[in-house]
């Protein structure tokens, strides 16, 4: 495939940014890729796995000359990142995100972008509950949906351009505004990862069930529902204090429907049950004929010893 960007600066070094390198390297959609991470270790990581054609010890440093900035970093950091950039950003330059909410972004990083320069908010809905330089690999985006945010009076070719690169990679994408981007992903993962966390808690407080139990027979229901409970701390504590608005809204839906649950298991209503189950199962099906997921064995995941 042809060059899309001449020059990528990647702000944050973690899953998606690495894999982003990864993909850009195998496909040849960018002629030479500079990163910035805040850790003096991972800069170093980054150097001995060589996805990154230049390791910088300042963003600032990284993004001069850069056709593309990606930051991938914390919701919390945006702000700070942003203002550090703003001086050294190229006229003609496209900024973007891979944050998991965009209207928080949009506010910290939009009053940073200089005239001249484009802003277009995206984020991948893709990953693993790994983390770090190592974890990034070039098919993380195949299939996967990658959602634009365009801002009002954001350059279409600049929009255009970014679309191109992130269909390179082997991503759907899909174009909303960011309160509505920022709903959908209050239902489909914000708070299906607070549950998770949450069903952590409860197994590690209810002290009949031992630590070494939990984890023993958790090749169960537990393992497969608590496995995103692994993810970034960082990241979901920005996620839920930037979104809180659209998760506690969903949060209160789903408690709402657990009450009713709740009555059903305690009046003996197994019609209730029956349709409730079967309903849901639909919806997972549809997830696994849209391509999102498989139905194999272990979701399709390989165990560590495999991998």
Do not use: C
Request: proline content about 5%.
């Amino acid at each position: 495939m042809a060059v899309i960007y001449e020059r990528v600066a990647l702000i944050g070094l973690g899953l998606i940014a690495s894999s982003m390198a990864h993909a850009m390297r195998r496909r040849g959609l960018a002629g030479h890729i500079a990163g910035h991470a805040r850790s003096a270790e991972t800069r170093e990581a980054v150097r001995r796995i060589g996805f990154a054609d230049a390791v910088h010890d300042s963003a600032a440093e990284a993004v001069r000359d850069a056709d593309l900035v990606v930051l991938a970093v914390p919701v919390g950091a945006m702000h700070a990142v942003a203002r550090e950039i703003r001086p050294h950003l190229k006229p003609g330059a496209t900024v973007t995100d891979v944050g998991s909410v965009k209207q928080a972004v949009i506010e910290a990083v939009g009053p940073h972008v200089p005239p001249g320069v484009h802003f277009v908010p995206s984020h991948p809905l893709a990953g693993t509950e790994h983390s770090g330089p190592y974890s990034g690999f070039a098919t993380l985006f195949e299939n996967r949906w990658w959602l634009l945010t365009p801002i009002d009076g954001t350059d279409p070719g600049a929009t255009a351009r970014l679309r191109r690169l992130y269909e390179g990679f082997g991503a759907n994408v899909d174009e909303m505004d960011a309160p509505h981007h920022d709903l959908v992903l209050a239902v489909v993962s914000h708070t299906p990862h607070l549950i998770a966390y949450t069903m952590v808690g409860v197994a590690d407080h209810l002290r009949r069930v031992s630590k070494s139990e939990v984890i023993k027979y958790s090749a169960t229901g537990f393992r497969d529902f608590t496995r995103i409970a692994a993810s970034d701390p960082t990241m979901w504590r920005d996620v839920f204090l930037t979104n809180k608005e659209a998760t506690l809204d969903v949060l209160g839906r789903f408690t709402e429907e657990l009450f009713v649950l709740q009555r059903a298991i305690r009046m003996g209503d197994g019609d209730q049950l029956h349709e409730y189950f079967t309903r849901t199962r639909d919806i997972r099906r549809g997830i696994i004929e849209a391509g999102q997921d498989t139905d194999a064995p272990d979701f399709g995941r390989a165990r560590k010893e495999e991998a």
